[in-house]
């Protein structure tokens, strides 16, 4: 322990952390086992034990991951590709090449059809990529909240959707760009398919002339596509 306690005789050729200060992964005469913190043999039916959670562990067989239960219980067959731990008692799954989201008892709560997924501990979202230029997030609950292009800042996200910038909380709380960007003097703003710019009042500063644009980066400066050329206008 941190304290300098032995908890577990060196006698091990090599022992794994499973994230578990309960269970661990010991290799016994080339054989991995899954032993307890008093060093008793819980399993070693299995090539290899990758994660623990609670009385749940991810173990893995002919290249292949499954679900086990401390007590040595077969919850879910190694059949998948990948599976990783995400929060609760839910789990990325990859099978076939693509990835949802299924829990404990092998029910798909987030159809397998991504290209990728990854859960975000600090944000409490899933991040989810359905093609190449769309993503797809999730909250906590599961519930799909909002699908387009995203950019993750510290306290909110950037979104493209249907060509519009978006700005939202990690609530998924839709902001204002004059709530989100305030130290910035233009805003943003689209009409009849053009663009311009407002200023935090709502009033047109820049009419709307502009094929696209871009919020004001730090300098001050927002680039305007027109008649299909880049350039920037300043504050």
């Known amino acids: 322990s941190t304290s300098g306690t032995v908890l577990l005789t060196p006698a091990y050729q090599d022992i794994q952390y499973l994230h578990s200060t309960e269970v661990y992964a010991a290799k016994i005469e080339d054989k991995w086992n899954l032993i307890n913190k008093k060093g008793e043999v819980l399993n070693n039916e299995y090539e290899s034990y990758t994660y623990s959670k609670g009385d749940y562990v991810i173990v893995k067989q002919d290249g292949k991951y499954g679900i086990i239960t401390t007590a040595g219980e077969e919850k879910i067959q190694p059949t998948y590709e990948e599976l990783n731990y995400a929060f609760s008692v839910y789990y990325i799954a990859k099978l076939n090449g693509k990835y949802g989201i299924i829990n404990t008892d092998n029910t798909s709560i987030i159809s397998l059809e991504y ?32 699908s387009g292009i995203f950019i993750y800042e510290k306290d909110y996200i950037k979104a493209r959707i249907n060509g519009e910038d978006k700005y939202y909380t990690y609530k998924f709380e839709e902001k204002q760009a004059k709530d989100i960007l305030t130290k910035n003097t233009l805003f943003v703003s689209k009409k009849d398919g053009k663009y311009g710019f407002v200023d935090s009042q709502g009033n047109v500063v820049v009419d709307y002339v502009y094929d696209e644009a871009k919020e004001q980066n730090k300098f001050g400066f927002s680039a305007v596509k027109l008649n299909g050329l880049w350039g920037s206008i300043d504050k």
């Open 115 to 146: 290209l990728s997924m990854s859960y975000w501990g600090d944000k409490e979202i899933i991040i989810a990529d359905k093609t190449e230029t769309e993503t797809v997030l999730f909250d906590s609950n599961l519930t799909q909240k909002l």
